[in-house]
């Protein structure tokens, strides 16, 4: 009897699997292993040693990938020799495995075969799962061929170990793959493991996560499988022009990195991109703004990399107007929304008139650099003037001894810091400073009204206000700028020391709370929801006070359908507003309010008494209705037309919703 012996050896499919772009990793094809040798022993025809040749002989094999794929010897113009089966014969199995052998081979006695039927035998036990070595011997008997397959089958499973997880949890893999321990391996049932760990990741918006390159069987019944989750290696910013030209950014890099949620280390989360693109977005300086991924050095990690186009961020202005409190005037002010390329915003705004100069300029770091709490500075310096609703409005007009409307002007100087806090908390605190003149028509000093009560804490009319400020906010809104469920929660203080010029001690209280809630009673717009929306605002002033502290109510940011301040004036107040906003179409939109205000009877305790020497009722009710026009550039343009409840009416104009 003459044998012959073809071999073939373990292989592995090389693919390159999408995820980002230009990530390539080497994955499983076929967990299955094939053997690492097959051997096949035909009968010699006894008349025909060449056919016998030919039936064993190994097709070229140059590589192992040339293997894999050549598993089933290609097609050739002559047929092969093929011989008798007398019998089929299997070692090395029993019970389940040996039913799963038996059930896979397609060679059966009584019936011819040939080379290429055996190896598809071969694989076809192989593809069973259950075996890690596979042989088909044919040996010379008396009665013909006897076919014998030997195997070898695969170690009892103890433990799946996944090495490079950082994101996917431990319990999730003890829950795919521990009712396989104690049975043996079955590549099968492991690659159906490893398809849901790659669904794991996918279904949690990892989309580079997952088990690459083959797995690792011991002989312990040990198997190590390795994850490549795609950990950020770094992250590289380019800059653009507006002709997608390369240039050197104004913005510094760590302003862009340290509002993106992902950083280098963290495995890429598509979720999370998206965040951070609508972030960078929303920071106001960027025209446009792209991430896209490349492969790093080590390939199981990844590049993030924005493309970025800066906006303009300066402007300067110029305008001429007339105001009764100053005359005529001429202005100039000038932005600059990232200054330094730190994101900080400078503003100046200033004004010269018939009698004086005004000025305004404001600084705001949104993020100091030192501080990774987030914590922001904002300062301000100014000189204002303006007509106070505290001395205006009423049914009795009060004026200064000379007939003027008195005047409120204040020079001074606010510091504030602000930061987040857990629970959707922020909170500010702060210290203030002004210098407040009681002046008339000519910027002169008029410290008394024409029935003599003192318009300012101190005789001279000058009085020095330094106060200590804090404050706390809760923003569970949808959306800030066109709330339609959520709520809002606001509430300050500020502490006046009595220093200087007036001996101001005043401590100030106010809090207020805004509620949304989405209705369907008119939906004129069926893809936008109608809201109602409810508001109420209270606040009290305890100590000595100064009178143009006092809370002024009635007007388009208080109770509509009456004058700015006519409803009245006091030192202690309640504010309550329901509303009903509903779209009419894309850029139109409604609202019905009713809105109610009152003093509480605190009018006359305000120094001076100057809301009940107005005669200004000191409660009131307002209702309407109003048309919001949404712009891109200045939001909803406002325009209520209010009646009250004496009969009055009144149309307000404003910015943005009332609250």
Do not use: C
């Not at 002010?333 to 305004?360: H, K, V």
């Not at 004129?524 to 009178?547: C, E, H, S, W, Y």
């Amino acid at each position: 009897m003459r044998s012959w012996v073809l071999t073939a050896g373990l292989a592995t499919v090389v693919a390159t699997v999408a995820g980002a772009p230009g990530m390539a990793e080497v994955v499983p094809d076929v967990i299955i292993p094939p053997p690492p040798e097959r051997t096949v022993g035909v009968s010699q025809h006894p008349d025909s040693a060449e056919v016998v040749k030919a039936l064993t002989a190994s097709p070229s094999q140059p590589s192992v990938l040339g293997r894999v794929a050549q598993a089933t010897p290609p097609e050739t113009a002559e047929p092969e020799p093929r011989v008798l089966v007398a019998e089929v014969f299997v070692e090395g199995a029993d019970g389940q495995l040996l039913d799963a052998v038996y059930g896979a081979i397609r060679t059966r006695p009584g019936f011819t075969t040939t080379r290429s039927q055996l190896q598809r035998d071969i694989d076809a036990v192989f593809a069973t799962g259950w075996f890690q070595n596979v042989q088909a011997t044919p040996e010379d008997t008396a009665l013909g061929v006897r076919i014998r397959f030997v195997v070898q089958a695969n170690p009892t499973l103890k433990q799946v170990n996944l090495v490079g997880i950082k994101v996917l949890p431990q319990e999730f893999a003890n829950e795919v793959f521990t009712p396989l321990y104690g049975e043996v391996l079955n590549f099968r049932s492991l690659q159906q493991g490893i398809q849901r760990v790659n669904e794991w990741y996918k279904q949690n918006n990892y989309p580079l996560g997952q088990v690459v390159g083959t797995p690792k069987v011991g002989e312990d019944g040990m198997v190590t499988l390795e994850v490549a989750e795609g950990v950020i290696a770094d992250i590289k910013i380019n800059y653009l022009n507006a002709k997608d030209e390369q240039v050197k950014g104004k913005t510094k890099p760590y302003i862009i990195t340290r509002e993106m949620l992902q950083r280098p280390g963290d495995v890429f989360n598509d979720k999370k991109a998206q965040a951070d693109l609508q972030t960078l977005f929303g920071l106001g300086i960027f025209e446009d703004v792209k991430l896209n991924l490349e492969p790093a050095e080590d390939p199981k990690k990844a590049v993030i990399v924005l493309t970025i186009v800066e906006a303009r961020t300066g402007s300067i202005n110029f305008g001429a107007g007339f105001s009764t409190a100053t005359g005529f005037f001429g202005t100039v002010g000038y932005t600059e929304r990232n200054l330094w390329g730190r994101r900080q915003t400078l503003s100046a705004n200033i004004q010269g008139g018939e009698r004086d100069i005004l000025f305004d300029v404001n600084f705001r770091d949104p993020w100091l650099a030192f501080d990774p709490g987030r914590t922001s500075l904002s300062v301000s310096v100014f000189n204002r003037l303006a007509f106070s609703f505290i001395f205006n409005g009423g049914e009795r007009e009060v004026d200064l001894p000379n007939g003027d409307s008195p005047r409120i002007n204040r020079l001074g100087t606010v510091i504030d810091f602000s930061r987040p806090f857990p629970g959707n908390w922020r909170g500010t605190a702060g210290i203030s400073y002004q210098r407040v003149s009681i002046l008339d028509g000519s910027n002169r000093v008029s410290p008394v009204d024409e029935f003599g009560n003192q318009l300012a804490a101190s005789p001279s009319g000058i009085d020095d206000l330094l106060q200590v400020n804090v404050g706390v906010a809760n923003d569970r809104r949808d959306n800030p700028a066109d709330p339609t469920r959520g709520w809002l929660f606001r509430a300050g203080y500020s502490q006046a020391l009595p220093v200087g010029s007036g001996s101001i001690s005043q401590s100030r209280f106010r809090l207020g709370y805004s509620y949304y809630i989405p209705a369907q009673l008119l939906r004129f717009q069926r893809n936008k929801p109608d809201v109602f929306a409810f508001n109420i605002q209270a606040g009290t002033i305890l100590g000595n006070m100064a009178p143009y502290e006092a809370f002024s109510l009635g007007g388009a940011d208080s109770v509509r359908g009456w004058g700015e301040g006519e409803v009245g004036t006091g030192r202690s107040f309640f504010q309550a507003t329901v509303e009903y906003r509903f779209p009419i179409f894309s850029i139109v939109r409604g609202a019905l309010f009713v809105d109610y205000g009152t003093t509480l009877g605190s009018q006359a305790e305000v120094p001076g008494n100057p809301g009940g020497i107005r005669e200004k009722p000191g409660q009131g009710l307002g209702y309407g209705v109003g048309v919001r026009i949404i712009t891109p550039l200045l939001g909803h343009l406002r325009v209520d037309f209010g009646f009250n409840d004496i009969g009055g009416n009144q149309i307000t104009f404003g910015v943005g919703e009332r609250f």
